[in-house]
């Protein structure tokens, strides 16, 4: 089956720690996104990524990073310097960055 | 640049009653439209989308959303809820300029 798959699905850091989260997906898009969703505010856009070796920042990029070596994965790193990561996080994918978005079952991190 | 406004942060009915949750766009070209579900602590599902084909489009589930271009908007209807469609709907709006641009969200409650 395709689509995408994003692990853990929870995941607890302590304070001063880096996490990756993995996405991968196999529906052969170019275009890979990382959004994060607090309770009440939608989906506010990280990073994004139209093509492999490149990708952009979105509207909340501070204190993450992101890799995209290859074209099926785009994993997200949090790193310490973002001061409020506890948060339901999304992957999602298209054929290009104007397409329907594919989105895989979220991580929840949690800070201790 | 594109925006998407939903009126409503949450809307409740009673089973068997009409749903209609409203969507409107802002966008100075052609634009995409699309609305998505997302269920508790899922990734989010796409339910229907226009791309400027028929004005009504049909989608998953029994919903339906009308494009309205002189009222700029693509609310989205379901003439009788279940408790099944209890959820969070998402209307985004993208051209072919762009990625998607999400709203802030609706959450629909099913009373029975």
């Known amino acids: 089956d395709g689509g995408i798959t994003q692990s853990p699905k929870y995941l607890f850091r302590k304070e001063g720690q880096n996490v990756t989260l993995s996405c991968e997906q196999n529906?052969?898009?170019?275009?890979m996104y990382w959004y994060r969703q607090d309770p009440g505010q939608g989906l506010r856009l990280i990073y994004y990524?139209?093509?492999?070796?490149?990708?952009q920042k979105g509207d909340i990029a501070e204190g993450y990073s992101v890799s995209r070596e290859k074209k099926e994965s785009f994993p997200l790193t949090v790193t310490s310097a973002q001061k409020n990561p506890t948060a339901f996080y999304l992957c999602?994918?298209?054929?290009?960055?104007?397409?329907?978005?594919?989105f895989g079952p979220g991580t929840r991190l949690t800070v201790l | 640049a594109q925006s998407v406004t939903q009126l409503g942060s949450h809307v409740s009915v009673s089973e068997g009653a009409l749903v209609l949750l409203r969507c409107n766009y802002s966008?100075?070209?052609?634009?995409?439209l699309f609305w998505y579900v997302q269920y508790p602590n899922q990734g989010l599902q796409l339910l229907l989308k226009?791309?400027?084909?028929?004005?009504l489009v049909k989608g998953i589930n029994g919903f339906e959303a009308e494009f309205k271009k002189s009222e700029t908007s693509f609310h989205l209807t379901k003439p009788s809820a279940h408790m099944s469609d209890a959820a969070e709907y998402f209307c985004?709006?993208?051209?072919?300029?762009?990625?998607?641009?999400f709203g802030q969200g609706t959450e629909l409650s099913v009373k029975p």
């Open positions: 985004a709006v993208s051209t072919t300029r762009g990625k998607l641009i």
């Open positions: 999602a994918s298209s054929i290009l960055v104007s397409d329907e978005q594919f």
């Open positions: 966008s100075s070209v052609p634009p995409y």
């Open positions: 990524s139209q093509i492999v070796n490149d990708f």
């Open positions: 529906l052969n898009h170019d275009a």
């Open positions: 226009y791309t400027s084909a028929a004005t």
